[in-house]
């Protein structure tokens, strides 16, 4: 799941489920409550619409991912949109070892790593490049009853991951949105092409 090739075929289809075209409305909302600040990581930037949607509010954001195809597709969609944001390919499990980011927003990307040593080595590659008392929020689709697909995880899994050298300042529930694509419908129930909003998490932390 981790290899760029993988994630390269979702960009040459456009049917991944995270393409909605928009930003995810709970990160709109965290901005608007002024949790993200300063300069901004988006890893695992995908399309690029949250890089975009920052970027066009006047944050310095750089938006990253593992799939080049994810960040050709991201640039093309910034240049249509007239805006200047900066997409780079990078590792999330190797983002370096300079702090230079303020906040770091994770948009489904954490709930992909399937073991507790690889949301460990994830943790670790943040940390480096996140300043002292700097924001990290992750949103993650969750564990329910409800109808939904994708790598769906327990609260659990964030809590044992986010230690050492974080606070955990927040954990809630809330909404991830989603394209429903013709595998996807199969396997949940859910109506092919419709919007959904599945189950997720999201959490805060604060590097210390």
């Not at 909302?29 to 990581?41: C, D, M, N, P, Q």
């Not at 769906?152 to 964030?158: D, K, L, Q, T």
Request: charged share 25%.
């Amino acid at each position: 799941m981790n290899s760029s090739v993988h994630w390269d075929s979702a960009y040459e289809s456009l049917s991944a489920p995270w393409l909605i075209g928009q930003p995810q409305p709970a990160i709109v909302e965290l901005e608007r409550a002024g949790l993200i600040t300063g300069k901004v990581l988006d890893v695992g930037c995908g399309a690029g619409e949250h890089t975009i949607h920052l970027t066009t509010l006047g944050y310095d954001v750089l938006g990253v991912d593992l799939s080049p195809r994810a960040v050709e597709h991201a640039r093309a969609n910034a240049a249509a949109r007239e805006t200047a944001a900066r997409f780079e390919v990078a590792d999330a499990l190797n983002l370096g070892s300079e702090p230079r980011f303020d906040t770091i927003v994770d948009s489904a990307l954490f709930h992909i790593f399937d073991s507790a040593r690889d949301r460990a080595a994830y943790l670790r590659s943040l940390h480096a490049v996140l300043r002292p008392g700097g924001r990290l929020h992750i949103l993650a689709l969750a564990e329910s009853d409800e109808p939904g697909f994708g790598p769906r995880i327990p609260e659990s899994a964030i809590r044992d991951a986010v230690v050492g050298g974080w606070e955990l300042a927040g954990l809630r529930p809330t909404r991830y949105r989603v394209r429903i694509g013709a595998p996807d419908a199969a396997r949940s129930g859910l109506r092919e092409g419709a919007i959904a909003d599945l189950p997720a998490h999201l959490a805060r932390a604060t590097r210390v």
